[in-house]
């Protein structure tokens, strides 16, 4: 159990004014990649200068630790289900190993990112996180991409859907659906170069040794 005598009103003092506020929702099985690739690129935004940066954070439905697939513990920074959450700019899931059966069946997260959806600017995922908000009744009428992998079973799920294949990510709206691994960064890149222009993206993808153009990347912008 997670020893922890900060209120959700203590947590709030890591969310600084003037800023875009991401959450990341985590749980059980979580991919580390999925998660810190974005994780990484949004929270450098805190060292460039003339811009709006992001606070970064993870929400889940306990503060107990959270263990990834590779055994990584977590220590959510708020629970969705009982705290007093911050107003949510970008929602970004990560993949986790029951985002394809058990975790489509958690009414409560999906509600969750369902009502989340409705009030962020953006809504991003990676890897089997799309499934996530297919699901939630998220991109009923929105292009998207996942998991190269599960592009197959993605389709028979979800059959009323546009699903691309063979791209990084797709952006449709709000949504911007990803392939994930290591794939992650650049989604995330994008969202920055969208937000912030080239000149900044590419000081993040430099600081993080990326090799960054968006010119050169598979990816389809609907609107």
Same mark, same amino acid.
């Given at each position: 159990m997670r020893v922890d005598s900060e209120s959700s009103t203590d +947590?709030?003092?890591?969310?600084?004014? =003037? +800023?875009?506020? !991401?959450?990341? &929702?985590?749980?059980?099985g979580t991919f580390n990649t999925e998660l810190t690739a974005p994780y990484d690129?949004?929270?450098?935004?805190?060292? +460039? #200068? *003339? /811009?709006?940066?992001?606070n970064v954070f993870m929400v889940a439905n306990t503060l107990d630790p959270i263990t990834t697939f590779? %055994? /990584?513990?977590?220590?959510?920074?708020f629970n969705y289900l009982v705290d007093s959450?911050?107003?949510i700019d970008i929602l970004v899931v990560p993949s986790a190993e029951g985002h394809l059966d058990k975790d489509l069946r958690d009414t409560l997260m999906l509600n969750f990112v369902k009502?989340?959806?409705q009030s $962020?600017?953006? !809504?991003? *995922?990676? @890897? #089997? %996180?799309?499934?996530v908000l297919a699901e939630a009744g998220l991109l009923q009428d929105i292009e998207s991409t996942?998991?190269? =992998?599960?592009i197959t079973t993605y389709r028979e799920r979800y059959p009323s859907q546009v699903i691309h294949d063979s791209v990084l990510f797709v952006h449709d709206g709000k949504f911007i659906t990803s $392939? %994930? =691994?290591?794939?992650?960064?650049?989604? $995330? &890149?994008?969202? @920055?170069?969208?937000?912030? =222009?080239?000149? /900044? $993206? #590419?000081?993040l993808a430099s600081g993080l040794v990326i090799d960054w153009d968006l010119s050169s990347i598979s990816y389809i912008k609907v609107k």
């Open positions: +947590r709030y003092e890591n969310i600084k004014e =003037g +800023r875009y506020n !991401v959450a990341f &929702l985590i749980m059980d690129i949004f929270h450098h935004t805190i060292f +460039r #200068d *003339s /811009i709006k940066p992001m590779e %055994g /990584i513990k977590l220590l959510p920074n959450l911050p107003p009502s989340t959806a $962020a600017q953006f !809504v991003t *995922s990676h @890897c #089997d %996180g799309a499934f996942t998991f190269p =992998g599960d $392939a %994930g =691994g290591a794939k992650s960064f650049e989604a $995330a &890149l994008y969202l @920055c170069e969208f937000l912030y =222009g080239k000149s /900044i $993206a #590419d000081q």
